[in-house]
Structures are given as C-alpha cells and as structure tokens.
C-alpha cells in the first residue's frame, strides 16, 4: 500500500497563475481532505469531501476549488494564485469505525507550494 | 478558529526524560486525537480518547483527558532522540458534522541526546 501520496511535493508559481494539487489513496476511504499549515497556525482545513463526488467547504476555503470525481482522487485547484497561498499543502483520507474506538486521518507527505 | 490549544508551544528535554504536552479546548468533543508530525513530514496519528474515557495507554504514551476542564494531556515516558517533532492535539467537536477534526497549533519537542 503506498497510503495517501501528493503530487507535486515543490512548486513555485507566479501571482496569477494556476494549478493543480493531486492526492490520491489506495485505501479505500470515504472521507479526505486538503489542508494547509502556515508557521504557527497549525493545520487549518481547505476543503473536504465525505465520498465520491462529494465536496463541502472548510475554515479557509477561499481562493480554492476541489473535486472528487473518483473515490481515491481528491484534487485542490487553485484559479488564480496569490503571495497569501504559499503555504505547505497536505492531503489526509480518514478511517473511522468509532465503535472500535477507531478514527484516524493519515496524512500525505505534503506540498510545499510558493508563490512569488 | 481553533479548538485545540497545545501547551508549551516547544518543551526541549534530555534524552530519558518524560515530556509532557497539554491540551486545551473550547467546546465539548466527540473525542480527542493526538498526532506527530516529523520536520518536513505529513502527520502520524498517535493515539485517540474518548469523551468517556479518562486515561489511555499505548507504549510509552500516556494520554489523559479531564472533560470538565476541557483539557488533555500527553505524557512521553523515557524520551528518545526520534521523539524529536511536533505535536498535535485534534478534536471531534460534539454536535459539529463530525466529518471534520480541529487541530492545535501544536507543541514543538526536543530530546537533546
């Protein structure tokens, strides 16, 4: 199983520009989502989607898209960037099976994405 | 806004001792999640407590979780060199969606060999 994995893992964009972040998993979960950690803010969540073709907004959504068009995919777009986007980007699928006392997010190795 | 608060935001200690995080929160939750996260790394889930549960056990982590203060904490025990990283707490906030976890800002931790 290679788990949640991200591409790109770098890249530098001009203000203006756009692209897009992929994550994918292999694991067969419903849930995942994209979010972003700035130094000394923690993680703050994007955007999410609780299965295929499904999406909603999260705490900072502004400035970004999302699809979920198949169930191991979960694309984040960005239409046209700005200086305030450079950030680290990660993607996490969640397990949960609360009567197990199970709920676990597993991350990707994340995006470090600047935009100059 | 954040839920979760972590507390010190960095603790550095010596090798073999124990290391302590705290957690702080503001409305009732479903659960309580801790995760490390290595420099340069994506987050790995430590451990999760329940509402109903006051203490939890895995290894040589401790977690303890007091609901009429809000409040959680992380014990690591004997601390090693690769406990060196991040630290944070995620809550399943009670009556929310409960699709989403809150994450702290974090406790930054160091084991000086």
């Known amino acids: 199983n290679a788990g949640v994995t991200q591409t790109p893992k770098f890249r530098v964009l001009k203000t203006g520009q756009s692209m897009t972040l992929l994550c994918a998993q292999d694991m067969n979960h419903e849930y995942m989502y994209w979010y972003r950690q700035d130094p000394g803010m923690g993680l703050r969540l994007i955007h999410y989607s609780v299965g295929e073709g499904t999406t909603a907004k999260g705490e900072v959504p502004d400035g970004y898209n999302v699809s979920r068009l198949k169930k191991q995919n979960f694309l984040l777009g960005l239409e046209s960037a700005a200086p305030s986007q450079t950030s680290v980007y990660f993607c996490?699928?969640?397990?949960?099976?609360?009567?197990?006392?199970?709920?676990?997010?597993?991350f990707g190795p994340g995006t470090r994405l600047t935009v100059l | 806004s954040q839920q979760g608060e972590e507390d010190p935001q960095a603790l550095s200690i010596q090798e073999g001792e124990n290391a302590t995080m705290n957690c702080s929160y503001k409305?009732?939750?479903?659960?309580l999640q801790w995760y490390r996260q290595n420099s340069g790394r994506g987050l790995v889930h430590l451990i999760l407590?329940?509402?109903?549960?006051r203490e939890k056990h895995s290894g040589r982590l401790r977690v303890t979780l007091d609901t009429s203060k809000k409040s959680s904490s992380l014990l690591i025990t004997a601390s090693r060199a690769a406990d060196t990283a991040s630290y944070f707490c995620a809550t399943d906030a009670r009556g929310g969606s409960n699709y989403k976890l809150t994450f702290g800002k974090g406790t930054l931790l160091t084991v000086n060999p």
């Open positions: 409305t009732s939750i479903n659960n």
């Open positions: 996490a699928s969640r397990y949960t099976k609360l009567a197990e006392s199970t709920d676990t997010q597993y």
């Open positions: 407590i329940r509402s109903n549960e």
